[in-house]
Every structure is written in structure tokens, then in C-alpha cells.
């Protein structure tokens, strides 16, 4: 993020230390990272207050953290990321990641077409920074425009490290866009590098269990080295039985992971998510709508 200032600023050996450091935590995706980077660069912010960089890492820092909070907490850090921003440009007014972060954080709600408006005219000025086109890759997924996405991811990923979110994102765009061999490619990749990452993990699961992979998908379950660290044991059992139902198709096996789902949909919205997915796959389609 730092390369993407008009000028760098010249920091001090720890400064620039504590900004990799948040970088590659910010990038790690899991909330306590995303807190962990966000504390890194409030402490590069202290030792360089006059440098419009950590302050502008800050306010991105800030926005992203709001994915992982309330509606009370994310209040609170979108006026942090405000103020950020806006010290960022006090001191440089060329500062990308600040000119970006007060972009896509509004006050107001937004309709979808002035959000499209508004990614387009960010990208026209910053076209090769990894936030603006993540956003809007990641808006062009939600109103259904798959392959229109994957520009704009690839761009991001080519002007950024590696990192957990995007690489089972990407691949996960990439499988519904109908390119599986490179879903597979990007996903084992991706899964090399981080295998216990939770989301990275459970991707790889429900690509492989529904792509007519299930017995991969069991020796994942089976490998309890490569598991995600603080995921409960009964998680794994309901992918267990999710995967089996599919590859046996056996009419006892759906119902009782049907059964199983539909209570773990009342834990929470990930597990709803998950159920619904099943049901649409065993054709149950009335149960995924009312899931939904």
C-alpha cells in the first residue's frame, strides 16, 4: 500500500518495519490480524506523526477493520478513517490510500449504480491500486456479473502480496465462472501457503466436495495437522456429512445432513449460508429460499 503515494516519504528504519509488519497482517484477513495491523500502524503513526503514509495506511486500515465489527463500533472507525484520511492529506495531498479511503466511506447508503459510478471514477484515477479494484471486483460478483470480475481481481492480486482472502476469492470466482482448472490451480496455491486459514480451508472444502470431489474433501477433514486452529470439532462432523451425502447420494445420508444443517442454521449466518448451499445442491430448493 505504501508504494502507491505520488511521493514516499523518507521513515525512519522501525517505521518502515512497522508498516510491513501491518501490511502483512491487514492482508492475513482474520479479524485479529485486521486489529493487529490497525494497533501496528497507530504506533507508526506516533513515531512519524508528520508522514502522510502511515496515515493513510491508517484510514485503509481503519475501513477494513469495519468488516469485522457492529454497527456501533463501525461507526466509530469510519469517522477514525475520516480523520486519518484527512491528516494524510493535510500532509501529502497526493496520498492514494487516504484519497481512497474517504471514497468508500460514506456517511450515507449508497444505491448500486452510484456505487458502480463511483469505483469507475476511482479506478480512472488510481487504476492499478489493489483496494479500488478489489471493491469493485467484488461488487461486480454481488449483482451477478462473474466474468466481468476477474480483470479487476487479477489486477489486485498482480499489485499486491499474496494473501489468504483474495487467493479463495479469486478461486472461487474463477469456479463460477465456469474455469475450474485454474480455480484449482489458484486454490491449491493459495492453500500451500495457508493451510489452517479458516476461510481458505473451508473454501477448498466446498470446492472440492462440489465439484464431485468428496473423497478429497474427506482426507482434508481426516488431516487434522492442516486444520483450522479454534474450529470446533462439530464443524468438521457436518462437513463430514456433507460431503458423504454428495458422493453417495444415498437418500439417509441428504436427509440427515439436511437434518444437521437446518439446525446449524440457527447458530449463525455462515452456517445458514452453508445450508442453504446444500439444499440448493440436493434440489430442495423451497428450503434454500426460506433459508435465505
Known amino acids: 500500500w505504501g508504494g502507491w503515494d505520488r511521493k514516499r516519504d523518507a ?37 512519524a506523526p508528520r508522514a502522510a503514509r502511515p496515515w493513510g495506511m491508517l484510514a485503509l486500515g481503519y475501513r477494513k477493520q469495519t468488516q ?20 494524510a492529506l493535510e500532509l501529502d495531498p497526493g496520498n492514494a490510500d487516504a484519497q481512497i479511503a474517504l471514497w468508500f466511506t460514506p456517511r450515507a447508503p449508497q444505491s448500486r449504480l452510484v456505487f458502480d459510478r463511483r469505483c469507475q471514477e ?4 488510481f487504476p492499478d491500486h489493489p483496494v479500488p479494484n478489489i471493491n469493485y471486483a467484488s461488487f461486480l460478483t454481488e449483482v451477478g456479473r462473474t ?37 484449482d490451480d489458484v ?4 492453500f500451500r501457503l495457508w493451510p489452517r486459514h479458516y476461510a481458505v480451508w473451508f473454501s477448498r472444502h466446498k470446492l472440492l466436495i462440489y ?3 468428496s473423497e478429497a474433501a474427506l ?23 456433507e460431503a458423504r451425502a454428495l458422493e453417495t447420494r444415498a437418500p439417509a445420508d441428504i436427509e440427515r445432513a439436511y437434518q444437521e444443517h437446518l439446525k446449524a442454521a440457527r447458530i449463525g449466518v455462515g452456517f445458514t449460508q452453508n445450508a442453504l448451499t446444500f439444499c440448493a445442491a440436493i434440489g430442495r430448493i423451497d428450503s434454500a429460499f426460506e433459508l435465505a
Open 219 to 241: 482426507a482434508m477433514i481426516a488431516d487434522e495437522s492442516t486444520r483450522p486452529v479454534g474450529v470446533p470439532d462439530s464443524n468438521f462432523a457436518l462437513c463430514a456429512l
Open 11 to 47: 521513515l525512519p528504519p522501525e517505521v518502515e518495519a512497522l508498516l510491513i509488519r501491518a501490511q502483512e497482517a491487514l492482508l492475513y484477513g482474520t479479524p485479529e490480524q485486521t486489529a493487529a495491523g490497525v494497533s501496528l500502524l497507530q504506533e507508526a503513526t506516533s513515531k
Open 122 to 125: 476511482m479506478l480512472a484515477r
Open 187 to 190: 486454490m491449491d496455491e493459495t
Open 147 to 183: 466474468r466481468a470480475s476477474l480483470p479487476y481481481f487479477e489486477r489486485a492480486r498482480a499489485s499486491q502480496p499474496p494473501s489468504p482472502p483474495l487467493g479463495h476469492i479469486y478461486a472461487t470466482t474463477l469456479w463460477s465462472a465456469g474455469r475450474l482448472d485454474e480455480a
Open 68 to 87: 469485522h465489527t457492529g454497527s456501533q463500533e463501525t461507526r466509530q472507525l469510519v469517522e477514525r478513517s475520516i480523520s486519518a484520511a484527512k491528516r
Open 211 to 213: 465439484t464431485g470431489r
